[in-house]
Nanobody, 117 residues
């Protein structure tokens, strides 16, 4: 199993910044794609950003140019730098990890991000 622990959420004013961290532990051999998702009340969970083991990244349209995903393989940690935050970014942010061997999909417990206007 893989355990994922997110941190760094909180309350920030519109236009501010936060950096989320996700620490992976346990059976991390074969971890490849790491992703951040978010879910706001009454809405479906949506992809925010993803990063492969080689560093290739992709972003949801609503965060392109404002958020940056990165990973430190030596520290088994993936980061999400969030700049120019908007009230509509308010959500619970979840870390997700995909592993090449089964079981292959893991989720963290989530961290709340609240952006005030």
């Amino acid at each position: 199993q893989v355990q994922l622990v997110e941190s760094g959420g909180g309350l920030v004013q519109s236009g501010g910044s936060l950096r989320l961290s996700c620490l992976a532990s346990g059976s991390i051999f074969g971890l490849n794609v790491m992703r951040w998702f978010r879910q706001a009340p009454g809405r479906e969970r949506e992809l925010v950003a993803g990063i492969s083991s080689s560093g290739a990244t992709n972003y949801g349209d609503s965060v392109k140019g404002r958020f940056t995903i990165s990973r430190d393989n030596g520290k088994n940690t993936v980061y999400l730098q969030m700049n120019s935050l908007k009230p509509e970014d308010t959500a619970v942010y979840y870390c997700n990890a995909h592993r090449l061997i089964s079981p292959s999909n893991f989720w963290g417990q989530g961290t709340q991000v609240t952006v005030s206007s």
